[in-house]
């Protein structure tokens, strides 16, 4: 079993940064793929990015790609999400989620962690 905790949501101008880190415990994170999705007010849950097991490959939503970066750090069970150049729609609760498969869809994730609220003022 794998339990997540993310942290580092905030408030930031538009055009700003934040940098997303979800910790996970249990020693078989590495065996994970890992997601990050968003959920905005009245919104359904939307994929973000994805990362392989051992990192080698991310995948993006159209939507933040060359703006998010998503890296991991298997010896600290650790993923990040580098946000950059943020946009008002960015605001929303950020997830990240573990599966056992690589995929965009949220039904595919087994685990997820609590949320951190990132909001983007114009």
């Known amino acids: 079993q794998v339990q997540l905790v993310e942290s580092g949501g905030g408030l930031v101008q538009a055009g700003g940064s934040l940098r997303l880190s979800c910790a996970a415990s249990?020693?078989?994170?590495?065996?994970?793929?890992m997601g990050w999705f968003r959920q905005a007010p009245g919104k359904e849950r939307e994929f973000v990015a994805l990362?392989?097991?051992?990192?080698?490959?991310?995948y993006y939503a159209e939507s933040v790609e060359g703006r998010f970066t998503f890296s991991r750090d298997n010896a600290k069970n650790t993923v990040y999400l580098q946000m950059n150049s943020l946009k008002p729609e960015d605001t929303a609760v950020y997830y990240c989620?573990?599966?056992?498969?690589?995929?965009?869809?949220?039904?595919?994730?087994?685990?997820w962690g609590q949320g951190t609220q990132v909001t983007v003022s114009s």
């Open positions: 989620a573990a599966s056992e498969q690589r995929s965009r869809f949220k039904e595919d994730y087994d685990y």
């Open positions: 249990g020693r078989t994170f590495r065996r994970y793929a």
């Open positions: 990362i392989s097991e051992l990192g080698l490959s991310t």
